[in-house]
């Protein structure tokens, strides 16, 4: 008989009620063919003087099992283990559950390097680290979102929206955006044109899986956002470069390359091309325009960080200018809110957001109807653009500071043109020092640096990373410019 007074364990501090730890118990035991099926359970109250339990939970445990379908009971001879019950097959003979590897699956699985990141480790709070141009967590409107998130969901009609629903995000965002987007981003569409995604990226990633077929080919920057290459690479498109100068992507390039092959797409970050912050002049946006609706390929242009701009008035994007359906637009809140707030867009012709709506019911049924509809509210009520305007005095001054600091300070390690909009600069190393050098030794300051070959995929050897300026505040920028000009005072 099983030692049950030392098989099964009982603490009585665990929130799990005590049947429901021995009924986990017997299944394991039962699984483990510790408990084999036929064999005799002893009685609950055989059980209960052994374990000093009350009978009840006995009773109790036993009735969670015979539920289960573990055990049965038969009037007048007892309780067993069920008969019927197949034998588990573990792994290999004599292989016990100690033995099992829980980091394997025990199914075969493509695994795909190009998914790999190497998100930076954490280190301790009194790190700084090199960003990528990300928003100043501190300063998001949490309270404001908080306080309008409550009174949609006191109101009766927030009933609604809590089952399942359309797959192109809660109307009255869509109708929102659609008032807000034409009015600040010269856009001209309707209802029709637009759905909310869960941000810019689930928009890149609906309309690859729909453009790209197998070998098909998308044009990108040399310099390019390296997940958007991954994600049009996982469509199964091929990536042709092209060079990016002060004006953004070379058109002359995208020519040559529509004489020799057909092209689906080009991907455009134009307001800010990612990483080198350099904006696609008026010029060559209409030479795209032009050169889409002569080779018909579409134009996906990830508005990233339209919201961003110091010296001018932002430039209206593509997309306001698409009079021929050639534009996929896609951006969000996340970087001018926060990253949390999942809520984003994708605007192109009708026909294309409907077979994206389709397709995004398999990937994610629907988005955040409650978020969605406060973020209505945030933007019609103003919230938005003020705190647009908050936050880009703020980073507007951070700028200004982080690009004097580099330059009165590393002027001999970096060179660098002041960013006109983003949140952040595009810092090009002297060619007689490396990133993996300065890293190495900017860690030793406290300054984590990682990920800097995202930057150069292409491999052209420009030795250029971007660092965010826009989520330190006055007093970090200064420790952070100090750490790392005591990072290069160490090269050798
Ligand atoms: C160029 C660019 N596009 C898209 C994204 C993804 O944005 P979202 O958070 O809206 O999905 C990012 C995020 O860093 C980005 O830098």
Not at 22 to 42: C, E, V
Not at 232 to 252: C, S, T
Not at 273 to 286: D, G, M, N, Q
Not at 450 to 468: C, F, L, P
Request: aromatic share 10%; net charge positive.
């Amino acid at each position: 008989m099983i030692p049950y007074k030392t098989a099964l364990v009982v603490n009585r501090l665990s929130k799990q009620p005590i049947y429901i730890q021995l009924t986990n118990q017997f299944i394991d035991l039962i699984k483990h063919g510790k408990l084999t099926p036929k064999a005799k359970l002893p009685g609950s109250r055989t059980l209960s003087e052994m374990l000093g339990l009350h009978r009840k939970t006995i009773v109790a445990c036993y009735e969670e099992l015979t539920m289960q379908g573990w055990i049965v009971s038969l009037p007048q001879k007892g309780t067993f283990v069920n008969a019927d019950l197949p034998v588990l097959k573990l792994k290999g003979l004599g292989e016990t559950i100690n033995s099992c590897d829980d980091r394997i699956s025990g199914f075969e699985f493509e695994k795909n390097q190009r998914l790999t990141r190497n998100f930076p480790q954490s280190f301790h709070d009194d790190y700084l680290y090199v960003n990528d141009g990300i928003a100043d967590s501190r300063l998001a409107p949490t309270k404001d979102v908080a306080m309008i998130y409550r009174n949609c969901v006191a109101k009766k009609s927030a009933i609604k929206h809590l089952s399942y629903g359309t797959t192109y995000g809660n109307v009255t965002l869509r109708e929102v955006l659609v008032t807000y987007l034409n009015e600040t981003r010269g856009l001209n569409i309707s209802i029709d044109n637009i759905m909310i995604t869960r941000g810019s990226q689930m928009g890149m990633f609906l309309a690859s899986q729909l453009l790209f077929n197998k070998q098909d080919y998308v044009i990108i920057g040399e310099t390019n956002y390296s997940s958007s290459d991954t994600t049009f690479e996982y469509a199964g498109a091929q990536l042709l470069r092209v060079k990016v100068d002060d004006h953004g992507l070379d058109m002359n390039n995208i020519e040559l390359l529509c004489k020799r092959y057909k092209i689906k797409a080009v991907y455009t970050t134009s307001h800010h091309h990612h990483p080198t912050a350099v904006t696609l002049s008026a010029e060559r946006r209409i030479q795209l325009l032009n050169l889409a609706k002569i080779h018909k390929f579409a134009i996906i242009e990830d508005d990233y960080d339209y919201d961003f701009h110091y010296n001018h008035a932002p430039i209206l994007p593509l997309a306001s200018h698409d009079e021929n359906g050639h534009v996929i637009y896609v951006g969000s809140v996340c970087k001018t809110v926060a990253p949390v707030y999942r809520i984003g867009y994708l605007i192109a012709s009708k026909d294309f957001v409907d077979e994206c709506a389709k397709l995004r019911r398999f990937v994610d049924r629907q988005g955040d109807a409650l978020l969605e509809l406060t973020f209505a509210k945030f933007i019609k009520e103003g919230y938005l653009d003020r705190h647009i305007k908050k936050v880009l005095r703020v980073y507007k001054a951070r700028r200004d500071l982080f690009c004097s600091l580099l330059k009165t300070e590393l002027n001999d390690y970096v060179s660098f043109d002041i960013p006109k909009g983003g949140m952040a600069t595009w810092i090009t190393l002297n060619k007689k020092y490396s990133w993996d050098k300065v890293s190495e030794k900017a860690l030793a300051q406290k300054l984590v640096i990682t990920e800097w070959q995202r930057y150069d995929t292409a491999n052209v050897k420009h030795n250029s990373i971007r660092m965010g300026f826009a989520a330190y505040n006055e007093q970090e920028i200064y420790e952070f410019v100090k750490r790392l000009k005591r990072a290069f005072m160490t090269l050798s």
